[in-house]
């Protein structure tokens, strides 16, 4: 039976994860991401962060335990922008269209509109190497937006961006956050990046993995960029730090 | 003792002195010049030594009356083969018969290959249990299984595009199946969440991420197609002559000018169609497949 609660968008009830080699990567995780909110999970690297989207996603299924989710239409945005080389950013946002069977002036339409939502409308016949790896990750953003989905999984999406253009893409997406009205979960290393994009962050442990603890993140949207550095986004900041070496230990 | 002073007394000093920049010859169409001259001095100047080889053997190393036999010197096969329209003619009318075998051959060969491959891409019994067959039919020699395909295709021209077909298959299925593989696995997750069909999944991600390997396959096939056509004509020497039927022709009747210009012509032919399918293949995937995909990430 399904046991989704009011409100919920995804919800984890006692969940784990053992791979065919036997390892345990997460063991008993309960989780809910409600409605229209922002959910990110900070933990060190292998803790299975990555492992929790792949099962809410149904690309793999728990061992144990199970995850509702509120709406089918999900979107994944993954680690590397993974964008078809032999297509042009245009075509790339489009393939979501073509693969649901949208018409030809259906699927180029929203394409065309999620691109300019990431603000490369310029850039609709370059093909992915042509573009910057900060522009790739957006089209890789405008192909998640492109269905309107109502629940956004992220996993690292900007890990591999350097250190400018990875503020920026955040402040893009909470840009998006405030107007859109989905709900995420979005993985990540970074403390900073995580107390920024959040309603709620949640620390997770070492493998096999546990849920740690839990902050409320309580700023509005939209959320200035000069917010990273004051007292109280530090104060937050640090609690959450505090969980993950905890945790670590 | 000022800093120049010191550094003047010091021996082991090591200097990085500036050179100035090259400001690199003017226009676009320059610099393809240059590159093009780059290109070409070497391959003629590889080709003078060749020559002068050639010739050195032909009058040091041998005595007149073995010179003619043996290594007839260049200038006398450009002579009496490639200057005279009555030795020369055969040649070429055997030369477009190759081509037409061996391009008959590739295009069949390329097809089958690559549909070969496709099949067995789509579930890992097919390929477990057809590909084994595919690497037998490329270790069998096959000198061992023409006479085979003579006696029940007759000598001509369909027993020698079936040849280059054997020949020129192999490397089109490998490559093909590679691929295929190559898929990246991030990709295929993605069709996987949006429901894919396994049509769609093939068409729209399997085959297009194979275009490069399908390609190396089709160059290496269009050389081995080449050779098939030319050990067809050795066999099957029913209709046309083909040139690997001169080259027999030419050899025992000792003409030797003539054979080493039938031997010049097929190699030219091989080195022609490689290039054409090099060319072919830029042409194709050149403005997305780099081979190690560079990525810079700033820009």
Known sequence: MSVLTDRAAVQFTGVAKQFDTGTVALADVDLSVGAGEFVSVVGPSGCGKSTLLRLASGLSRPTAGEIALRSDRIAYVFQDPTLLPWRSALANVELVGELHRLSKADRRDKARAALATVGLSEFENQLPAQLSGGMRMRVSLARALVLEPDIFFFDEPFGALDEITRLRMQEELQRLLHTATFSALFITHSVSEAVYLSNRVVVMSARPGRILHEVAIPFDYPRPAELRYQAEFGQLAGEVSAALLEGHA | ?299
């Open chain 2, 1 to 299: 003792m000022s800093a120049n002073q010191i550094l003047e007394r010091d021996a082991s000093i090591i200097r990085r002195t500036a050179v100035p920049a090259r400001n690199n010859a003017g226009s676009p169409a320059r610099r393809r010049l240059r590159a093009m001259l780059g290109t070409i001095v070497p391959l003629a100047a590889a080709l003078l030594g060749l020559l002068g080889t050639w010739l050195l053997v032909s009058y040091v190393l041998l005595n007149p009356d073995r010179r003619e036999i043996l290594v007839p010197p260049p200038q006398e096969v450009l002579t009496t083969s490639f200057l005279d329209w009555s030795h020369v003619q055969p040649m070429l009318k055997a030369l477009l018969l190759d081509i037409e075998v061996s391009m008959t051959g590739l295009v069949i060969a390329s097809a089958l290959g690559v549909l070969a491959a496709t099949v067995m891409s789509l579930a890992g019994w097919l390929e477990r249990s057809l590909y084994p067959y595919a690497v037998v039919l490329q270790t069998v020699p096959i000198l061992a299984i023409v006479p085979l395909i003579g006696l029940w295709f007759q000598y001509g021209f369909n027993a020698r595009v079936i040849v280059v077909v054997i020949i020129a298959i192999f490397p089109m299925i490998a490559n093909t199946l590679f691929g295929i593989h190559s898929a990246d696995r991030g990709a295929h997750d993605l069709f996987t969440l949006n429901r894919a069909s396994r049509w769609q999944r093939l068409v729209k991600l399997q085959l297009p991420a194979a275009l490069p390997s399908i390609f190396a396959g089709l160059r290496i096939s269009s050389g081995l197609s080449v050779i098939g056509a030319i050990v067809g004509d050795f066999f099957f020497t029913q209709g046309q002559p083909g040139l690997g039927t001169l080259l027999n022709t030419y050899l025992l009747r000792v003409q030797s000018p003539d054979l080493f210009a039938a031997i010049i012509l097929s190699s030219l032919f091989g080195i022609v169609v490689f290039a054409v399918f090099t060319f072919l293949s830029k042409l194709a995937v050149g403005s997305w497949y780099t081979g190690a995909q560079s990525r810079s990430d700033d820009r």
